[in-house]
């Protein structure tokens, strides 16, 4: 039986007391597989799901051989977006916190090229990025990978999905043959065989157990008339009333239609699709990232690397058409030691997918009848908070606790009612309670923030 400690890997003691200072204590699966092959050098391909803590399995990989005194990107981690990208860098920050002066940049797409250079010229240890904007740093000569160890390739069937398999392989051909190649994927498909045969050197294989809990999550599935889905999914945000649901659909049609009849019934939501410009999607996730937003529409592309904290539920519009990616979407409610629910809606036709599921997950499928599902409490489904959005953001220097002093100061609206604050390079999200917002809203277009007034607008 391998132990499961952090202490019983080859860890310097300063990592282990800050992985202590931070809670670790017991490796998840994918950690206790992984770290071993890690630790020795080789090069990984490890099948894992978001919430797995495959991040801190390669974070924790990747800060072992750095060398603090060398100002050279000695780690990149590639991400398939700008969301996963800022999360795996303050989760690499934070195990970064017991050895000095570890400089960690995040490359993205989305954002000014300009003040990137800026910051790649100080020197990075560690850079985390997406791969098109990584690609556009080599191609202009301001990144440079001389001195690279560890590569990770993070979500790599989300990348490959959202078609980056060129732009990754470019960057690979230009890291030293010496590195070290760690990749992360929720399912293995042919695309990922074949990156792995050309550019990793004897790869291990792991794979931790992405079978959810049942006492975690609890999946129900509705058998339904096709016609009956859009009322379908209605009746069950009525019976369950959720506070955060994402509703899974196969087409930005399918999305926008959703969303329609959702509003219709008085039901708060919003559509994620791949189109959407990167100032809409930051804004579609802040709101139901803070909780001013019940249910988000999503295709599963446009869902790729969306960490929501505590998700009430799932709602499978339409079953997957790979049992796999059922897992996968389930996979995001019951997060963090929260239960889930996860709703499965299937049409006669879609019967072959139930059946691989109930294969998958080697138990029969729970079965539920539509009909016995009926409204609970009292009103429209409206989420507890409501989002304001201030015309100015990072590049005004514009800083969290700025925005909540300004709410908050002198006998403003109590610190409990505000919620997330989200800044981005030309906007800033700030939630409030429901009850407030109109006083939130009044306050800050009557004050000022930062010693000016900007444009304040209740979503």
């Keep these: 039986m391998t132990s499961t400690a952090f202490n019983s890997l080859p860890l310097s ?10 809670g670790y204590a017991q490796m998840t699966p994918v950690q206790a597989q992984s770290l071993p092959v890690i630790l020795k050098g080789m090069d990984l391909i490890a099948q894992a799901k978001t919430g797995s803590g495959k991040t801190a399995a390669f974070g924790i990989g990747l800060l072992n051989p750095l060398n603090p005194r060398y100002f050279g990107c000695q780690a990149l981690v590639l991400c398939p977006t700008r969301e996963l990208a800022d999360q795996v860098a303050k989760e690499i920050r934070r195990l970064a916190r017991g050895t000095d002066h570890i400089k960690v940049l995040t490359l993205c797409g989305g954002v000014p090229f300009g003040p990137q250079i800026g910051s790649l010229e100080h020197g990075a240890h560690i850079i985390v990025g997406t791969p098109g904007r990584i690609q556009e740093h080599l191609r202009k000569g301001t990144l440079k990978l001389d001195g690279l160890n560890t590569l990770v390739l993070d979500e790599a069937d989300r990348m490959l999905d959202m078609g980056f398999y060129d732009s990754i392989a470019e960057i690979l051909q230009q890291t030293p043959a010496k590195r070290q190649t760690l990749l992360f994927s929720a399912t293995y498909p042919a695309s990922i065989k074949q990156l792995s045969a050309a550019f990793m050197r004897d790869p291990q294989q792991v794979k931790a157990e992405a079978m959810h809990a049942d006492s975690q999550i609890e999946q129900r599935f ?12 209605t009746k069950l945000l009525a019976h369950f009333r959720p506070q955060s649901c994402v509703a899974f659909c196969f087409t930005k049609q399918q999305c926008q239609e959703l969303v329609e009849h959702l509003q219709a019934s008085g039901i708060s939501a919003m559509a994620l699709n791949g189109d959407l410009e990167q100032r809409d999607r930051d804004q579609v996730l802040a709101m139901f990232a803070n909780r001013s937003c019940s249910v988000l529409v999503a295709t599963d592309v446009a869902a790729r690397g969306l960490d929501i904290e505590a998700l009430d539920a799932v709602i499978n519009v339409e079953l997957a058409r790979d049992s796999e ?14 239960k889930g629910l996860a709703l499965s809606l299937v049409a006669p036709s879609e019967g072959h997918r139930a059946q691989a599921i109930e294969d998958l997950q080697k138990a029969p499928l729970n079965w539920h009848q539509l009909d016995g599902l009926k409204p609970q409490g009292g009103g429209p489904l409206l989420p507890p908070m409501v989002t304001l959005c201030i015309g100015g953001g990072r590049k005004d220097k514009v800083r969290p606790g700025d925005i909540l002093g300004a709410l908050t100061g002198d006998a403003g609206i109590p610190g409990a009612q505000v919620g997330k604050i989200a800044i981005f390079d030309f906007q800033a999200y700030v939630a409030v309670e429901r009850g407030v917002a109109k006083q939130a809203l009044q306050r800050l277009n009557d004050g000022k923030i930062k010693g000016r007034s900007l444009r304040v607008r209740i979503l």
């Design 13 to 22: 003691a300063a990592m282990l007391a800050n992985l202590e200072s931070l």
């Design 222 to 233: 509705y058998e339904i008339a096709p016609e009956q889905r859009m009322e379908a999914v």
């Design 325 to 338: 990616i059922h897992i996968h979407r389930v996979g995001r409610t019951g997060r963090a030691g929260e």
